[in-house]
């Protein structure tokens, strides 16, 4: 099945303790993004890749870092979470960059 | 500047009614794309359909159709026959060629909540 997949779900976390969230996707596509989702400020992009080691800044990139070694994979790093770092986290994929498929969704707390 | 806007905020129907959710949209680009993604209550993303701006014939998927009119920079979902299942929040999105981000620029949602 072609599919999106995130890990964790749902994490909460502590101030400062480095975490990743892994992404992976099994249909061969080039691009990937990052989104994050906040009550009244809806949707915004983090970070974005258009291929293998070639990643850039979206909207909202302080305190995150990706990074894009394999095509499949695209994870999100925070080495330092802060608590207004709690959010929806979505990684999506897309064939053309124009329509993404996107992952379940992470729910991540920090306190 | 890029901007979509969904301006009902909640819709609630009762089944089986049919319901209209708006979308708005600004762009400088003369090619994009325009999308609809519906979040059910399980919070993921759910793609459901994806309009570039040289299309403007409507679409119609089962119970859905979509009414896209460049004229006034509409593009605008109905289901028809609601039902309990359609209970989400719809996404209305824009995504300009332009853009070297290839991001998508969400409206802020509305909320449709059907009845039984």
């Known amino acids: 099945e072609a599919q999106v997949t995130q890990n964790p779900r749902y994490l909460i976390t502590v101030t400062g303790k480095k975490l990743t969230v892994t992404c992976s996707q099994n249909?061969?596509?080039?691009?990937m993004s990052w989104y994050r989702q906040d009550p009244g400020l809806g949707l915004r992009q983090i970070y974005y890749?258009?291929?293998?080691?070639?990643?850039d800044k979206g909207d909202v990139p302080e305190g995150y870092k990706v990074s894009r070694k394999e095509k499949r994979n695209f994870p999100l790093i925070l080495e330092s979470p802060s608590p207004n770092q709690t959010s929806l986290y979505f990684c999506?994929?897309?064939?053309?960059?124009?329509?993404?498929?996107f992952g379940s969704g992470t729910r991540l707390t920090v306190v | 500047a890029q901007k979509v806007t969904q301006a009902q905020t909640e819709i609630s129907v009762v089944e089986k009614e049919d319901v209209t959710l708006d979308c708005v949209y600004e762009?400088?680009?003369?090619?994009?794309?325009l999308f609809w993604y519906k979040q059910p209550p399980s919070g993921e993303l759910v793609f459901l359909i994806r309009?570039?701006?040289?299309?403007?014939q409507n679409e119609i998927s089962g119970r859905y159709s979509w009414n896209f009119q460049k004229s006034t920079s509409s593009f605008n979902f109905t289901i028809t026959a609601s039902q309990v299942v359609d209970s989400a929040v719809y996404f209305c999105?824009?995504?300009?060629?332009?853009?070297?981000?290839?991001?998508?620029?969400f409206g802020s949602g509305t909320r449709l909540l059907v009845r039984p």
């Open positions: 999506a994929s897309s064939r053309t960059g124009y329509g993404y498929t």
């Open positions: 249909m061969n596509h080039e691009y």
């Open positions: 890749s258009m291929n293998v080691e070639v990643t």
């Open positions: 762009t400088r680009d003369t090619t994009y794309y």
């Open positions: 309009r570039n701006s040289f299309d403007e």
């Open positions: 999105a824009l995504s300009e060629v332009g853009d070297s981000s290839y991001k998508l620029i």
